[in-house]
């Protein structure tokens, strides 16, 4: 599956006092239009209190990139409330509570263990064990 997130923001100072949440009203029904007829198996809408998320999902990329880069979809992003600094798209899913704050790793499924190389017998000093132990002669 190969994703398509865009997130608008509420701008500071909304053209026309348009919100975010406005936009997706007056370009929804277009935009998903436009990626289900380029090939979009799915689409969902996420509104937050600091804008909204859209977010479609294609079988391959060529067909995700293509409506990327489809007129529609470039016209609606130049619509949105702040486009200099109002808009995100990127290729993965997105969308979050909001919160700036990393996620804390996943533990390993594995315990995180991985087989060691065997040592190199080169770095072995021969000679037999220096305080009479019983440690063999590595030769």
Sequence with gaps: MHWLTVEVFDGDR???????AGWARAWQDRIVE?????????WDEHEHSWGVVLEFTFAEETLRDAFRESPLLRAALDAVPDPVSGVLVYPHRG???GIRQPRRPRPFVQGGAAQLTPPDEERFLSGGDPF???????V
């Excluded at 436009?34 to 799915?42: D, Q």
Aim: glycine share 26%; no cysteine; charged share 0%.
């Design 132 to 138: 009479g132990g019983p440690f063999a002669t590595v």
């Design 34 to 42: 436009a990626a289900v007829t380029g090939g979009a198996v799915f």
């Design 14 to 20: 909304p053209v026309a006092g348009l919100t975010a």
């Design 95 to 97: 969308g979050g509570t």
